[in-house]
């Protein structure tokens, strides 16, 4: 890997003006505004920053010394056949147990016995179908009424989103039209980023990355009612949608953040334009829209799990449950008879904004072997993302065992974001939970945690809980989660649809002889397919309408430890790649690995075999030292 670049972070002073804005904001709201609000508002000392601060960077990201771009694939024979049967295996394998153990039951001696055995396995699976189908339907009354979520944010968060201004969201008005639900999302191929563009007026053109089909970008100087900048804000960092559930005195809060946006975005927001209507995407307050897969698809997909579960324990896994119901596997033994809990230790980092002290307790867990040195390969916690579980991982995983033989690594198994019908949906501090008892219970040495797309928000989480010695997110959503793009995949289907419509509207040869048509329905299809079998599956589309948002688990790129490497694919269409790589840069130490070409999970696939081994590259680079003596 390149050698770390030398990192000096820029000044950061309150300035005069700064102070007179202030009071002036403060005077502004008459006598009404009372001392504790002042107080719990006043922006942090040191933490105004001029617009020079922003730099080149923004605009030269990809030249920066701590950034590695990939251009073109890699491939390994070795690895390319193995995925290949492996894939074969945990796809065909299950059909093919089920289809033998259909012809065992329904065989006979004569042709009426066949029959008969057969269409009594027809009505068993019948009933089965029928009573799954109830059993879900509970499920999904019980997850739909949940509301369980609070928050109350600090200034420090609202300074957080101040600073976006210089690297991920540079146009105020374009990202709030961003979350509209009227805001045609993406096609294959297309990241757009046209809220950080703040000359553009209009459409892209078509072959272009940030195209956006049919939507006509805001200007600068267009009106803007102060209602809409206030009701996305009221989701955002209170996950409400009236003035009454968050109280007067939050919602006098909100008035004086809006001036603060005003002021750092050079926006106005007038009360006396005509109120347009803006349907946002407010993803924790609609209906799950869940859709029933049948037993026979859940049957299968516990199948995959099933072969992949095999397929660890000949690597040497063995699978735990942990207390929080969560369960693992780990090529390690548990060490309890030899743990014990010693003091709490802790570490007082301060932030590079000078925000105060924070006091976390470190992720790292009692050494059990007390030969053990610096020179042994760094522990790993591995979470996995949206899918099917550790299955597409496994090459992955073999990859990191044969670059460091002996290496201990321990996987967290999500069966409610696996389509394997889970009775429960964890809390992330559950999931997080799990991965301090690994740490502890295994005697993980500050182990590094490594996460793949959902994955990454339980390294988000624990890195928010504790502090994390190295880091490794590949397509991370949790970075810069206030963006739409993430959020937006919820919608993408009904916006397609409707965009795909429109066109289909327009008749003629002309639309038929459309090569870029007949693409959008193809992509069509997979979208109504992704959402069929993955997004609207109980347990998904509960872990992603009910379990977060993105004012509570984002992963600020402030939280991130130095030693951390963040993996962006430059067509996911879950993330704005570009808007991550600039945020990750300015307020981070962390490297930076940028696959040109690539889309969502990409790096897994065989042709990702060079990624994969410039992630492993980093892990062997990773010093495996506790932090217990700091």
């Given amino acids: 890997m390149d050698d770390d670049a030398t990192w000096t972070a820029s000044s950061r002073r309150t300035t005069d003006d700064d102070d007179a804005a202030a009071m002036r904001r403060s005077s502004s709201h008459g006598d009404g505004l009372d001392d504790a609000l002042m107080r719990r508002y006043r922006p942090s000392e040191g933490f105004s920053e001029t617009e020079e601060t922003a730099g080149g960077m923004n605009e030269e990201w990809s030249t920066h010394a701590r950034v590695r771009a990939r251009v073109g694939t890699r491939w390994h024979p070795v690895d390319a056949i193995g995925t290949a049967a492996l894939t074969m295996v945990w796809a065909v394998g299950p059909a093919m147990l089920a289809m033998r153990g259909l012809r065992v039951v329904t065989s006979g001696r004569t042709k009426d016995a066949r029959r008969f055995k057969r269409r009594a396995a027809l009505a068993a699976y019948v009933l089965s179908e029928v009573a799954w189908y109830a059993s879900r339907r509970a499920v999904k009354r019980r997850y739909d009424a949940d509301d ?10 609202f300074d957080r989103f101040l600073q976006l201004r210089h690297d991920a969201v540079r146009d105020f ?28 007026t209009t459409t892209s053109p078509s072959n272009s990355r940030v195209s956006t089909p049919g939507l006509e970008v805001p200007r600068a100087s267009t009106p803007c009612h102060r209602d809409h900048a206030k009701d996305f804000l009221r989701f955002g960092f209170h996950d409400a949608l009236s003035a009454e ?46 859709l029933h897969q049948p037993l026979i698809f859940t049957a299968w997909v516990n199948g995959i799990a099933g072969v992949a579960g095999l397929a660890l324990r000949s690597l040497g896994f063995r699978a735990y449950r942990g207390d929080s119901g969560c369960w693992y596997w780990a090529n390690c033994d548990v ?8 003091p709490s230790r802790t570490l007082t980092k301060k932030t590079r904004y000078g925000r105060g002290r924070e ?3 470190v992720l790292c867990g009692d050494i059990a072997d007390e030969t053990s040195s610096s020179d042994d390969a760094k522990p790993i916690i591995f979470v996995h993302g949206l899918g099917v579980g550790l299955a597409p991982y496994l090459p992955s995983i073999v990859h990191l065992l044969k670059s460091k033989p002996g290496r201990k690594i321990a996987c967290v198994t999500l069966p409610h974001i696996s389509m394997r019908a889970s009775k429960t949906v964890p809390e992330l501090d559950q999931m997080v939970s799990t991965v301090m008892e690994i740490t502890k219970k295994h005697a993980l040495r500050s182990p590094a945690l490594y996460g793949h797309s959902f994955g990454s928000f339980v390294v988000a989480r624990a890195c928010q809980m504790y502090f994390v010695s190295s880091v490794v997110l590949v397509d991370p959503v949790a970075v810069c989660l206030f963006l739409p793009q993430t959020v937006g995949i919820l919608y993408q289907l009904s916006k397609s649809w409707t965009e795909f419509k429109s066109r289909a509207s327009e008749g003629g040869l002309k639309v038929l002889a459309d090569a870029q048509f007949w693409r959008e329905g193809r992509w069509l299809i997979y979208f109504f397919l992704r959402d069929y079998f993955l997004l ?12 977060f948002w993105w004012a509570r688990y984002n992963m600020w790129a402030e939280d991130l430890p130095p030693d951390s490497l963040i993996v962006l694919e430059s067509n996911d269409l879950l993330i704005d790649a570009e ?9 981070s130490h962390a490297r930076i690995i940028y696959q040109e070409g690539f889309s969502h999970g990409e790096a897994y696939f065989p042709w990702g075999y060079g990624l994969r081994a410039d992630i492993a590259e980093f892990f062997d680079g990773l010093p495996n030292v506790s932090h217990s003596a700091v």
């Fill in 148 to 157: 369980n979520m609070t928050a109350d944010p600090t200034r420090v968060d």
């Fill in 173 to 200: 008005k374009s990202f709030l039209y961003g979350w509209t639900k009227s805001w045609t999302n993406t096609w294959a191929g297309v990241s757009p980023s046209f809220y950080d563009k703040p000359e553009s």
């Fill in 245 to 290: 559930e968050i109280g007067e005195q939050k919602e006098r809060e909100l008035d004086l953040f809006i001036e603060e946006i005003e002021a750092r975005w050079n926006v106005k927001f007038d009360d006396g334009v005509e109120k347009e209507s803006f349907d946002f995407m407010f993803h924790t307050k609609e209906k799950l829209g869940a």
């Fill in 335 to 342: 060490v309890m008879e030899d743990w014990k809990q010693n």
């Fill in 359 to 361: 006091t976390r307790e």
């Fill in 536 to 547: 609207r599956e109980i347990g998904v589309t509960t872990a992603l309408r009910r379990k």
């Fill in 579 to 587: 808007a991550i790589a600039r945020h990750v840069l300015r307020q």
